[in-house]
């Protein structure tokens, strides 16, 4: 049972461009989200994250928004650049609980 | 500052045979957490430890698996005994007390053969 889905294994985009990553769960519970990115061989890298209580968060070319009635977040990169390319990953925890429920994670290409 | 470490990067046993992965967390870091991915998957929790304590074990295979954190050194994750299921990729995190957004080793990854 996934409790937290990315349904799309792979994107591409022009260099320049926004890319809109997609996430949804299926858990009420969950009330704290995040997106790592991971490059090969390498360990997850926190990226951003939000609360509940939020519905948007921005840092810098990265902005992530939560709608919590269709149980949807999404990550936005613009511009996009070369060194995005990586696997992005969508993750989730319940308040009370330390561990986070993540993702199948989406390949992102960005092309120059 | 160091960040995660996590010793060796790459592992082979063989099966029936015992794997020790190892992890210092970063430097002020109390919370240690253990995640496996399997090919073309995400990361599956499997046990969050605090020194000398196991707060929750609930991500971690019955058998075979067992993890520390004693108070001094770094954690272990071990695995005894192991089949080719078990061929994965072990990261560690660390965070301190209040933060979720904790900081992964590099990883190790283990095949069995």
């Known amino acids: 049972d996934q409790q937290v889905k990315q349904n799309s294994p792979s ?3 022009q260099e320049g461009r926004i890319s809109i990553l997609n996430c949804d769960y299926t858990n009420s519970m969950f009330d ?12 997850p890298t926190f990226l951003i994250s939000i609360s509940s209580i939020k519905d948007k968060n921005e840092d810098g070319r990265f902005t992530v928004f939560l709608n919590k009635s269709a149980k949807h977040l999404s ?7 070369p060194g995005d ?3 992005y990953f969508c993750a989730a925890a319940p308040g009370s ?16 | 500052n160091a960040g995660v470490m996590q010793n060796p990067r790459h592992l082979v046993r063989r099966r029936g045979q015992e794997a020790r992965l190892r992890c210092s967390p970063m ?7 253990w995640y496996r991915q399997l090919p073309e998957e995400g990361l599956k929790f499997m046990v969050y430890l605090q020194k000398e304590n196991i707060i929750d074990e609930s991500g ?8 520390e954190f004693p108070k001094e050194g770094p954690s272990i994750l071990r695995i005894q ?14 965070s301190p007390d209040t933060v979720y957004g904790y900081t992964f080793g590099s990883g190790t990854r283990l095949t069995v053969v």
């Open chain 1, 75 to 81: 990550l936005h990169i613009v511009p996009s650049q």
């Open chain 1, 32 to 43: 704290y989200f995040l997106w790592y990115k991971k490059y090969p061989a390498e360990g």
């Open chain 1, 85 to 87: 390319s990586a696997v």
């Open chain 2, 27 to 33: 430097k002020g870091h109390s919370h240690v957490y």
């Open chain 1, 11 to 13: 994107l591409s985009v």
């Open chain 2, 60 to 67: 971690m295979p019955k058998e075979r698996f067992s993890a």
């Open chain 2, 81 to 94: 005994q192991v089949v080719r299921g078990d061929s994965a990729a072990y990261f560690c995190a660390s």
């Open chain 1, 97 to 112: 609980a330390r561990q986070l429920t993540f993702g199948s994670g989406t390949q992102l290409t960005v092309l120059p």
